[in-house]
């Protein structure tokens, strides 16, 4: 399953794979290079290590895949929640309300309520995919 692996950067799991294969990249170095990822706060490091390795048909310890899923579910979670709760809620048409319902990889699922419902969910889907991962698929509840 496709994932926000560089929070920092907004970059999925799709996207830096994809972007390794065509470019022949095979260290983080160059990754964070050519796209930035890795280059930031460093916490998506093990995830790109994974990934180079996925793309290079090398192993990974399933202890190691099991660790960066786990870190990963978290720290996609306090972005989403950081941008929605953070930035998006101040931009919110008066008397609206957007709840978090769950993350689970590029998914979001929220519940919204208070204003005109096509408007609201358009003002919130465009804002998280500016400022989380443009490949997020926002859904509401």
């Known amino acids: 399953m496709a994932r926000l692996v560089c929070r920092c950067m907004g970059l999925s799991s799709r996207r830096i794979a994809a972007l390794a294969r065509e470019r022949g990249i095979g260290d983080v170095e160059a990754?964070?290079?050519?796209?930035g990822a890795g280059g930031g706060c460093g916490t998506c490091r093990p995830e790109l290590l994974e990934i180079l390795a996925d793309v290079a048909g090398a192993p990974v310890l399933e202890s190691v895949r099991r660790a960066n899923?786990?870190?990963?579910?978290s720290e996609t979670q306090r972005r989403v929640e950081s941008a929605l709760f953070g930035s998006i809620a101040a931009r919110l048409p008066a008397g609206a309300q957007v709840e978090l319902v769950s993350v689970d990889g590029l998914r979001v699922e929220l519940h919204a309520a208070g204003a005109p419902e096509a408007e609201l969910h358009t003002l919130v889907a465009?804002?998280?995919?500016k400022l989380v991962c443009a490949e997020l698929e926002v859904v509401f509840a």
């Open 31 to 35: 990754l964070a290079e050519a796209c």
């Open 69 to 73: 899923r786990a870190r990963n579910a």
């Open 126 to 129: 465009e804002r998280l995919r």
